[in-house]
Structures are given as structure tokens and as C-alpha cells.
């Protein structure tokens, strides 16, 4: 099997612009492919993230984006998870490129939620939901996750504010990130003082309505020393998809299982633990889905999964030193659904390897060689992804 590697990546801001798919798209791959070839000249295949066609009446982004890019006649597919949509373009570029399908291949992901305001994206994110069990119920995202957290801070005896606590990290640490869609601190007494969603979470605990665009350039080894050395590259060292459940009534609700399969899988497969992981990338449309994705990585004990919003010297012995979502998360950075497993990655190379970027300065993190992305969609763990990903000194 070839190790894959990425190259280069891309990324639009996340916010709510107005602009096309396609448009954003162009931002994204424009500065994926600075200073390297053509896309024409380069990729062999191309994959695109994407949630629903419902925001800009669009499907076959596949063809779109392959014209868009300057590429003809070459495989272009769209891929589909709901939230972890772009997670899955990722994995089907790493899979091609470790079986030798192909050399270099595109993986890209893509949303406009804003296009159709909240109602659109609202009920857009509710097919991802068991139709006779529950889209008739009339639940909602925040209805299903808000019995995740009710359960959990029963059954562990945790308080609403240790859960905003995540929100109010990942806020603080998109102050950092140049193309986040919230570049604003919020207290803790803020998030829990905010509006009510769906008890108990509150609105600053919810992931927004984000547009975006993003992309990886996945290559065998001999191209990525080619192109850009392996130095300045980061190796795909593990990746997984694991399906559960869609039905909440089959889930645990304190525990993903789903989750829990492909981390191990992972960490197998790159011959580490999870206190050898330095970065976390994970899912968080809710604050409750960070702690039990926390939980199910292995970062921290059952019930404890809340404590990686603190400083790595306030929390449980038993916890690992892992830090987590240094972009700000889907709750800060923003959360365009088709294109978040995307961002992920691009956050996992921009803290590993770097990159000169002319909206802000060297991101990189000295002591940060390794690095987990856990992307997951449909309710709770439906589907997941896990990516670990390493630079040149892990």
C-alpha cells in the first residue's frame, strides 16, 4: 500500500456570503495550487463534499467543479454523509491514492447554507434523520442532541456550565484562525445566559449557519517529495468510516460507538495511543458531541469528556494533553456542513507543517506533530471519519 500524503491545501473564509458554490470553490483551490500545477497538469481525480442540493438547487458537483478547476474527462464524484460529507471525499482520495488508483487526487468539500436562511438549512439537516422514527416526530438537530447532553449530565452528574465551557474555548481559539466566521470572545456566563435552543442547550452551543469552501491535494509519497519535499507535507498515517445507527432510538446516548471503531481503527493502523495524539480536530455542532467525541478518542474517561476545554494542567490525571479544535471548532470557525471534514484537515496541516498564507500569520505549533480529525454526520455518529495525520519529525 503507498502512504498517502497532503500536499497542499485551501480554503475559503466561512461566513455567510451570498456567493456560489462554485465561487467559493475558487477561492479555495486558488490557494491550494499556488506555486504548484495546474490542476489539469496534476490531478488525477476529484472528490466534493456535499450536504444538500437544497441550498443552491446543485447537484452533480462533481462535473461542476472537475470544469471549474480546468479538468476534463477525469473521475469526479460527489460524496455524501450529511455532516461528514467532506470527511468521506477525504477518505475516498486517501483510499484511491494508498491503492495506487491513482497519483494525485483533489479532495474538496463545499456548503451555502445561507442561501435559504435557517428554515432551508433547518430542514436540509433534518433529512439526515430516520424518516418514519424520526423526521415525523418533528425533531430537530438541537432536539436529538439536547437528549445527548440531558442524558449525559445525568448519568455523570455534570453541570450545563461545564459543556458551555467548550463553547466559550473554541470561541477564544477562533480568534486566531484569519478565515473563522466568528472573530469574538464569549464569557462563560455569555453562552449560558444566551437563548434557549432546545434544553438544555443554549444558542451560543450551536454551530452556525456557515457558507464555505475547502480542499487537500492528496499524493503518493514519490509526488509529494517532488512537489513540495515531505518535509512540507503531512502523512495520512491511519483513516477510517464507520457507519452506526441513523435511528436515535438504537444509540447510546452517552456513548458513539460509531466514533469509538474508527479511532481505534486509526490509532491501529499508525501503531500509537491517544496520548500520542498532539491535535484534535473533532465534530462539534453541539458542545455535547465535542465531550463524547473527547470520550470516544480516548482523550479523556466516560463522563470527563468536557474537561479538554480546559488547560491541559487543570484537567484529570487521567486525561491526555491533547489540544482540541485550535481552528474554534464547527461552532466558531463555522460549520458549512459539506466542507467541515475538509477544514479539518486543512487546520491539521497548517499547525503541523504550516503555511505562508497572506490573510495572517505562520499558524504552525512547534511541539505539534500528530494530529486526529473526526468528522461525523447524521445523528450523533451515523457516519464517521477519522483521519490521523503526521509531519516528517512524528
Not at 467543479?65 to 461528514?84: I, S
Not at 499524493?219 to 435511528?247: C, K, P, T
Not at 493502523?269 to 455542532?285: F, K, P, R, T, W
Request: with cysteine; aromatic share 6%; proline share 4%.
Amino acid at each position: 500500500m503507498t502512504r498517502p500524503y497532503v500536499v497542499a491545501v485551501g480554503r475559503s473564509p466561512v461566513g455567510q456570503f451570498g456567493m456560489a458554490g462554485r465561487d467559493l470553490f475558487s477561492l479555495a483551490i486558488e490557494e491550494a495550487f499556488a506555486g504548484l500545477p495546474s490542476p489539469r497538469e496534476l490531478v488525477d481525480a476529484l472528490y466534493v463534499g456535499s450536504q444538500s442540493e437544497s441550498y443552491e438547487h446543485q447537484i452533480v458537483y462533481g462535473s461542476q467543479f472537475a470544469e471549474w478547476a480546468g479538468l476534463r474527462h477525469v473521475p469526479a464524484q460527489r460524496v455524501e454523509g450529511c455532516a461528514a460529507s467532506g470527511g468521506l471525499a477525504f477518505h475516498e482520495a486517501v483510499s484511491d491514492v494508498a491503492a495506487g488508483t491513482h497519483d494525485a487526487v483533489l479532495a474538496c468539500g463545499v456548503e451555502t447554507m445561507s442561501t435559504g436562511g435557517t428554515p432551508v438549512a433547518t430542514d436540509s439537516l433534518v433529512a439526515a434523520s430516520e424518516r418514519t422514527l424520526g423526521q415525523r416526530s418533528g425533531i430537530t438537530a438541537p432536539g436529538v442532541y439536547a437528549m445527548l447532553a440531558q442524558r449525559y449530565l445525568h448519568e455523570h452528574d455534570r453541570s450545563e456550565a461545564d459543556l458551555a465551557r467548550i463553547a466559550v474555548r473554541n470561541h477564544r481559539n477562533a480568534r486566531g484562525n484569519p478565515i473563522a466566521q466568528f472573530d469574538r470572545e464569549f464569557s462563560l456566563e455569555d453562552v449560558l445566559e444566551s437563548p434557549p435552543v432546545a434544553d438544555p442547550i443554549k444558542l451560543l452551543e450551536c454551530a452556525p449557519v456557515s457558507d464555505g469552501s475547502a480542499a487537500a491535494i492528496v499524493a503518493s509519497e514519490s509526488v509529494a517529495e517532488r512537489l513540495v519535499g515531505l518535509e512540507n507535507a503531512i502523512a495520512v498515517d491511519g483513516f477510517a468510516a464507520v457507519s452506526d445507527a441513523l435511528a436515535i432510538a438504537e444509540h447510546d446516548l452517552t456513548r458513539l460507538k460509531g466514533v469509538e471503531r474508527a479511532v481505534e481503527s486509526v490509532y491501529e493502523q499508525a501503531g500509537i495511543g491517544a496520548g500520542d495524539v498532539d491535535l484534535a480536530e473533532v465534530h462539534d455542532a453541539f458542545s455535547i458531541n465535542e465531550a463524547l467525541s473527547a470520550e470516544a478518542a480516548g482523550f479523556t474517561p466516560a463522563g470527563r469528556g468536557h474537561e479538554v476545554a480546559l488547560d491541559p494542567d487543570e484537567r484529570s490525571a487521567e486525561c491526555t494533553d491533547v489540544r482540541v479544535n485550535t481552528s474554534g471548532g464547527l461552532k466558531a470557525r463555522g460549520h458549512p456542513v459539506g466542507a467541515t471534514g475538509i477544514y479539518q484537515i486543512v487546520e491539521a496541516y497548517e499547525r503541523i507543517v504550516g503555511a505562508d498564507r497572506p490573510d495572517g500569520p505562520d499558524r504552525r505549533i512547534a511541539d505539534a506533530d500528530r494530529a486526529l480529525c473526526l468528522n461525523e454526520g447524521g445523528t450523533a455518529d451515523s457516519i464517521t471519519t477519522a483521519h490521523l495525520l503526521s509531519g516528517v519529525d512524528a
